[in-house]
């Protein structure tokens, strides 16, 4: 029986430590890979399935770029397709497609050669992954996290496909990504831990897979010095194309085999909120044909999954806020200088949608009518000042709006509500039980003109571990959204703050990059107490 043995390496470059740190283990770890490559002249090596590592090592080690290129050129060293391992439910729709074509232009600037998406510790992947890496021409993926599967019907060699029918083959590398890892300091019991490997994988494949690498190692080995395996991962594809796929889709966020870690969702928010200002004056930028390509770079490294998901040492995360501010206030300045290039006199709405609206939105000082056939500036056709209103009540044509005073409702529904849960979770997870609380709700104002309401909420919620203050502005005009602005003014610790908004359907809708997707309102997609031996 054939076995293939992937090398690589999982290059977490701010984790535990800064890239001014983990940089110097990446000089040691190419001075490595050369002597291997000079030794083993069809020694193949995939760099973590990002182009990041080389701009990371030619910043601290120019001289090491000839000898790097040449290996790159001849298929030796594997890059990209993407320029960072961001994470892919935090970052938005045009981080993600900016992150991919940065990438794939590093490729073709470094002349590697092209082989597939590689995802092993992105903690969930969305749905659109398939048809993203088709546009960019590549058919095929490595993943391990967030692979969902009917149990019993386990299988690493999959076809995902994606909303659109994109497909990809999909390598799901159910026994991790570091199975023979470290064969150099395990000699005497390399035969061993190699066959138990090879038992494990060949339930699910008729080909078997492993991986020898590790996170921030930087002692890479030809595992063909004590084995008979192959190490071409070219080879290897050719050779599982033959072998039948079980078709998957959607996205793919399930923790059943590997954790996606949902906890992060919520660590250290005041990232997530840092890097949604300073993607979107990027995006604006770029409607203007003002991309800069040097601040995007140093963006999309903070969106990598432990930077944003806020996983890493204070340090790093310190790193980043600055980097925010910085990033901020220069964006800001070139989005200013760009609107006063415009002779123009009246109120004007900038759009960055790609969208046509003839609408009436609500904003903080009135209502503004407009009517636009894409993303850019239009003209303001009425402004509408708000006047003092009476009542909450408000209708539009897709939904009716009530506040009694203590709670709210859309279409008889209620709406709006919040809750306080125990957390005793972690910074990865979350795990939530009932506690008591007392909520008060308290009207401050109503505002209303011809077309639009405001209405102004100010809410307490006490719990024994926790006080929680929210100010909250309800928007309602002539859209088929309800615009909830809410100032959170938290004190505690251990808890978790649920605001619900269901509807009519009991259907759970989540927004997700470039798709928006039905989940259970609780994963039962769990392994039982006894779980089968193969697994």
Known sequence: MKVFVICHTHWDREWFLTSEYTNEWLSRLFENLLDLTRKKKDFIF??????????????????????????????????????????????????????????????????????????????????????????????????????????????????????????????????GYRNLYNLSETKKIARKRFDHEVNKVQNFTDIPLLLDGYDLDIHPEDPRDFLDVSISPFEYLKEVKKENATKITGEMISGKYASTFPGTLSTRTYLKVGADHVGRLLQYLSIFDQDDEESWREYLKTLIHDNICGVGVDQIHEKMEKIYLKLHGKLLKNLEEVFSSFDLSGIYAFIPSSYRFNLTLAEEK?????????????????????????????????????????????????????????????????????????????????R??????SVIVERKIVSETAKVKTIERIYLDSSPFIRWDAEILPEGVGYKLVFGCPDATGKVLAGMPFDVVERESIDRDLFPENVEGIL
């Open 366 to 446: 009135g209502s503004f009518e407009f009517e636009s056939e894409g993303a850019g500036i239009w003209k303001v056709k009425n402004f509408y000042p708000w006047r003092k209103g009476k009542s909450s009540d408000f209708r539009n044509r897709y939904y009716e709006f009530h506040f009694d005073g203590k709670e709210f409702f859309m279409d008889g529904i209620k709406i709006g509500s919040m809750k306080i849960l125990k957390d005793e979770g972690d910074t990865y997870s979350s795990f939530t039980t009932p506690t008591e609380y007392e909520e008060k709700i308290h009207l401050r104002e109503i």
């Open 448 to 453: 209303e003109n011809e077309y639009s309401k």
């Open 46 to 175: 995939v760099l973590d399935g990002q182009t990041l590592i080389l701009e990371d090592l030619f910043s601290i080690r120019p001289d090491l770029r000839d000898d790097v290129f040449k290996l790159v050129e001849e298929g030796k060293f594997i890059i990209g397709p993407v320029y960072a391992q961001i994470d892919w439910r935090i970052s938005s729709e045009y981080s993600i497609w900016k992150n991919f074509s940065i990438g794939m232009r590093d490729i073709e600037k470094y002349h590697a050669r092209k082989f597939c998406g590689w995802f092993m510790d992105n903690f969930g992947q969305i749905s659109q992954i398939p048809q993203i890496l088709r546009i960019f021409g590549l058919d095929c993926v490595f993943v391990w996290r967030g692979v969902k599967m009917e149990e019993g019907k386990e299988r690493m060699i999959l076809e995902w496909e994606s909303p659109d029918g994109s497909r990809v083959l999909t390598i799901f590398l159910i026994a």
